[in-house]
């Protein structure tokens, strides 16, 4: 018997939940830049910590998982920031009764036997790409909690990623859909394509039906950008954007070497003599 890690993508849970139950006390799109009373805005926290242990207890029993974490972004601006300044530029804060709140979020999770991990200087989407592969690389099954599409590039016969709100698995059948390629060629397509959602910007001019149709006949963007078969329009397009190609490949990279300092076993939800013997196997899965 696997083990099977459930990641939680904290914040990308949270905050829709806090959404959907901010709603109904919003009359306008005008009052959402207001502050809503006190009382109200206690009420609406409460619900939303309610909601969220509710929707951890569901996918703890939907998914069978026998550890989980649910991982949460750095307080301060990750090192993406540093590298560029308008990433994620424009995005909606976070409320800050909601952060506050987090706290005892936190502690709702507990009492269902899960855990909370707060990156330093990372964002969750490292973290969770770090110990879903080093889990992927020993065997074991995960599924990562997200409706992100910056995860999708992680999909494996062991990682696995889950749309909690519509109740389906982002598997490879959807990128190919959405996207008409591999979930192996997401970053290159981001890169060319730019991302939107991070503000990320791509190469002038090439959008995702040119983009796609350069990965499905080269393979790669590597192999594109040493091609001399490529029409000589592109080329110049792709021969203007080198330093944008390399900035936009590093901000879209998730990194999967973040040193942990916990095992497996540190993570174990409640289970029977079984599953235990193969945590002991597998005690040091995240530490090596």
């Given amino acids: 018997m696997s083990a099977h890690l459930v990641l939680i993508d ?6 829709r939940i806090y959404a959907v139950q901010e709603r109904p006390f919003v009359q306008s799109k005008e009052q959402l830049t207001n502050e809503l009373s006190e009382k109200t805005q206690q009420q609406v926290l409460f619900n939303t910590q309610q909601a969220c242990s509710k929707a951890l207890d569901n996918i703890l029993k939907h998914q069978q998982a026998s550890h989980a974490l649910a991982v949460f972004d750095s307080h301060k601006p990750c090192w993406r920031y540093e590298l560029f300044s308008d990433y994620k530029k424009g995005r909606k804060k976070m409320s800050p009764a909601l952060a506050k709140e987090l706290p005892n979020i936190q502690d709702g999770f507990l009492q269902l036997g899960v855990d909370s991990l707060v990156s330093e200087e990372d964002e969750a989407d490292d973290l969770i790409a770090t110990l879903a592969t080093k889990m992927a690389l020993h065997g074991q ?9 910056g995860f999708l590039s992680l999909l494996s016969p062991n990682i696995h990623i ?9 598997d490879e059948k959807y990128v190919k859909d959405k996207f008409d390629i591999k979930p192996t060629q997401l970053i290159d397509l981001w890169t060319l394509t730019g991302d939107n959602t991070n503000k990320i910007p791509g190469v002038t001019g090439i959008g995702q039906i040119t983009a796609s149709g350069l990965l499905n006949e080269y393979g790669s963007l590597g192999a594109i950008l040493k091609s001399d078969q490529v029409k000589a329009a592109i080329q110049e397009k792709l021969s203007n954007s080198e330093e944008q190609i390399v900035l936009s490949r590093k901000l879209l990279t998730l990194k999967q070497n973040i040193p942990l300092g ?11 003599t079984e599953q235990s013997v193969v945590t002991q196997n597998h005690q040091n899965t995240l530490s090596n």
Avoid: P
């Fill in 10 to 15: 904290a914040l990308n849970l949270i905050r």
């Fill in 141 to 149: 099954d995960v599924t990562i909690i997200s409706t992100d599409k």
């Fill in 162 to 170: 889950y749309d909690y709100f519509n109740r389906r698995y982002l």
């Fill in 262 to 272: 916990f095992n497996l076993k540190d993570i174990r939800l409640a289970q029977d």
